[in-house]
T-cell receptor, first 115, second 110 residues
Framework: KAGVTQTPRYLIKTRGQQVTLSCSPISGHRSVSWYQQTPGQGLQFLFEYFSETQRNKGNFPGRFSGRQFSNSRSEMNVSTLELGDSALYLC??????????????FGSGTQLSVL | AQRVTQPEKLLSVFKGAPVELKCNYSYSGSPELFWYVQYSRQRLQLLLRHISRESIKGFTADLNKGETSFHLKKPFAQEEDSAMYYCALRARNAGNMLTFGGGTRLMVKP
């Protein structure tokens, strides 16, 4: 099976712009989660989608949003970019079975640089 | 809110020495704990989870609810164990929302 695919791999934007990142989960996986990784804050949960519905949301401002399509592919959008949004954005997919500790499969990430 | 602490940013040991990567957590309920690993130029991947009580690549971890710890151990370190290790917690009914520790870089010297 192909792994989790994230595009683009690298992205450079300027302050005030918006950006859209894409994630294609492993075939058959219905849950997609997004994490932000920075040297200072480490790995932080952004949100999770399952069957096109947001199941959980982390403690990020409303500028961060996401969605999931019927084929389980997901996008996240960051509007009005700030310098502090520079980070590696990781997507992870899993089969979601209620009540069990899920094994997350991570993508390689999108490295976003905000200038 | 839950919190995961990995007190050591860097742990350096010699090949063949025992390894213990520390993980402490705070959570009022009954957590699920995981260890994820990232080898050089590879993706973050699951190493083991406490509910499975498994040993992967010689690593084990026991959940100690009294001490709120989930330390990762291996009796004899190998050079290929060098990697970044992250402890993570999933709260009850939290889906795939994981709280990660800051990570510990393990270096195994020959």
């Amino acid at each position: 099976k192909a792994g989790v695919t994230q595009t683009p791999r690298y992205l450079i934007k300027t302050r005030g712009q918006q950006v859209t990142l894409s994630c294609s989960p492993i075939s058959g996986h219905r849950s997609v989660s997004w994490y932000q990784q920075t040297p200072g804050q480490g790995l932080q949960f952004l949100f999770e989608y399952f069957s096109e519905t947001q199941r959980n949301k982390g403690n990020f401002p409303g500028r961060f949003s996401g969605r999931q399509f019927s084929n389980s592919r997901s996008e996240m959008n960051v509007s009005t970019l700030e310098l502090g949004d520079s980070a590696l954005y990781l997507c992870a997919s899993s089969l979601f079975r209620q009540g069990q500790g899920e094994k997350l499969f991570f993508g390689s990430g999108t490295q976003l640089s905000v200038l | 809110a839950q919190r995961v602490t990995q007190p050591e940013k860097l742990l350096s040991v010699f090949k063949g020495a025992p390894v213990e990567l520390k993980c402490n957590y705070s959570y009022s309920g009954s957590p699920e704990l995981f260890w994820y690993v990232q080898y050089s130029r590879q993706r973050l991947q699951l190493l083991l989870r406490h509910i499975s009580r498994e040993s992967i690549k010689g690593f084990t971890a026991d959940l100690n609810k009294g001490e709120t710890s989930f330390h990762l151990k291996k009796p004899f370190a190998q050079e290929e164990d060098s990697a970044m290790y992250y402890c993570a917690l999933r709260a009850r009914n939290a889906g795939n929302m994981l709280t990660f520790g800051g990570g510990t870089r393990l270096m195994v010297k020959p």
